[in-house]
Each structure stands twice: as C-alpha cells, then as structure tokens.
C-alpha cells in the first residue's frame, strides 16, 4: 500500500484548500480511509475517516462543519476538501489507509500512512 498526498499549501485565515490522496491497490474500495494531521511541536492528531463506501464520515470536533472528507473508489482517491481555515489548522496533513475497515479513531488510526503534505495558514 502507498499514500501519495498532494494539494498543500499556503492560505490566508478563511481561504479553502483541497487535499488529494492516491492510493496503490486492488482493494482500495475495502479500505477505511482518513487524514490526520500534526502541528508543530504538537502530537499527531486525527481529523476525519470515511468509510469505505464512502457512506459514512467521521471528524475531529474541532474540524466538523469546516472540512468534508470524500472519496473516489473508481480512482483510488480520497479528499479532504478545507474551508473556513484557521491558523490553528497550520500542520503537515497525512493520508491514511485501514486496509481492515476500521473507523474507529484516534491519533494513531491506520494500517498505512502516506509521507506529509504542509498547509500554512496565515492570520
């Protein structure tokens, strides 16, 4: 299994950014998919899961109503589309697989995860 995240970048407070994650493997459309995400000097931290239908979603309280997880299975691909963005949100975003279906979260939630991609938003 390989995560390739891409779609970071530099934002003022308020702007939207759109995450991309494209996953190697046959049985992508059987895995529960998720970001997290970890700030400087802070402890990784998770964000939101999306089933594997895509039917169901889960976020992080601080992150529910500002950021929408979904999912392409006809081309491997999940993401985290970023709206109303704050400087807190300001960390290096990580895709994750639980190629088992799990969606139950929390920091360390995954079987796989992708290298990071850097979002910065400016005050």
């Known amino acids: 299994v390989q995560l390739q995240a891409s779609g970071g970048g530099l934002v003022q407070t308020g702007g939207s950014l759109k995450l991309s994650c494209v996953a190697s493997?046959?049985?992508?459309?059987?895995?529960?998919m998720g970001w997290l995400r970890q700030a400087p000097g802070k402890e990784r931290e998770f964000v939101g899961i999306?089933?594997?239908?895509?039917?169901?979603?889960y976020y992080e309280k601080s992150v529910k109503g500002r950021f929408t997880i979904s999912r392409d299975n006809d081309n491997n691909t999940v993401y985290l589309q970023m709206d109303d963005l704050k400087p807190e949100d300001t960390a290096v975003y990580y895709c994750?697989?639980?190629?088992?279906?799990?969606?139950?979260?929390?920091?360390?939630?995954?079987?796989?995860w992708g290298q990071g991609t850097l979002v910065t938003v400016s005050s």
């Open positions: 999306i089933n594997y239908s895509g039917g169901s979603t």
């Open positions: 493997g046959r049985t992508f459309s059987s895995w529960a």
């Open positions: 994750a697989a639980d190629i088992r279906g799990n969606v139950v979260a929390g920091p360390r939630w995954g079987t796989h």
